[in-house]
């Protein structure tokens, strides 16, 4: 992944309200443990943020199961992105949202090593 970030295939869409989920998942001590000694994930995380393009939280759709996954969708609407790649079942099953797909990390890295060898909107 860190490969298609640098090379710029693809765009990060974040908000402030995912970067303080995300936070909040990374100090979890189970998560903690399990790469002790490998990476710091609040470092890594760092590092992934530099690469994104944070857009304004904005008033999340009433769509999916989950009511926690609907900060994605805002933000991919905010963001004008074309994928939410995510492997919970429950916010696949809607496949799209307003022109925005919901696919699996595996979909999303077959098409980003499609033909053209990028996504294109």
Do not use: C
Not at 38 to 47: I, K, Q, R, S, Y
Not at 54 to 60: A, E, F, L, W
Not at 77 to 91: H, I, K, N, S, Y
Request: aromatic share 8%.
């Amino acid at each position: 992944m860190s490969r298609f970030l640098k090379d710029n295939a693809f765009e990060v869409v974040i908000t402030p309200a995912i970067v303080e989920e995300v936070m909040q998942v990374l100090n979890y001590p189970k998560l903690k443990k399990r790469v002790r000694g490998h990476v710091a994930p609040d470092l890594w995380f760092e590092d992934i943020l530099a690469l994104t393009h944070v857009v304004d939280d904005r008033t999340p759709p009433d769509v999916s199961k989950n009511p926690g996954d609907d900060k994605y969708l805002a933000a991919a609407r905010e963001g004008l992105a074309t994928f939410v790649v995510t492997d919970e079942p429950g916010f696949l099953a809607l496949h799209e949202y307003d022109r925005v797909r919901i696919v699996t990390p595996e979909i999303f890295l077959e098409e980003l090593n499609g033909p053209a060898g990028a996504v294109t909107t």
